[in-house]
């Protein structure tokens, strides 16, 4: 899903949103309680092959 939603942004604000992604899991109070290995494995196939 998240693909998805990746493609209707342009290219160039792709990263953009992963960081604002990343900051938002990282300011809330349990975001210890994110199980973000998932989040990163997603984002990097999605760097890799963004299809």
């Known amino acids: 899903m998240q693909n998805k939603f990746?493609?209707?942004i342009p290219p160039?604000?792709?990263i953009a949103w992963f960081?604002?992604?990343h900051e938002?899991?990282?300011t809330?109070?349990?975001s210890w309680a994110v199980k973000f290995q998932p989040?990163?494995?997603s984002q990097s196939a999605f760097?890799?092959?963004p299809h």
């Open 19 to 21: 960081r604002d992604l």
């Open 28 to 30: 809330t109070p349990t």
């Open 47 to 49: 760097l890799a092959n």
């Open 39 to 41: 989040v990163l494995d």
């Open 12 to 14: 160039a604000d792709r």
């Open 6 to 8: 990746l493609m209707d």
């Open 24 to 26: 938002a899991i990282a």
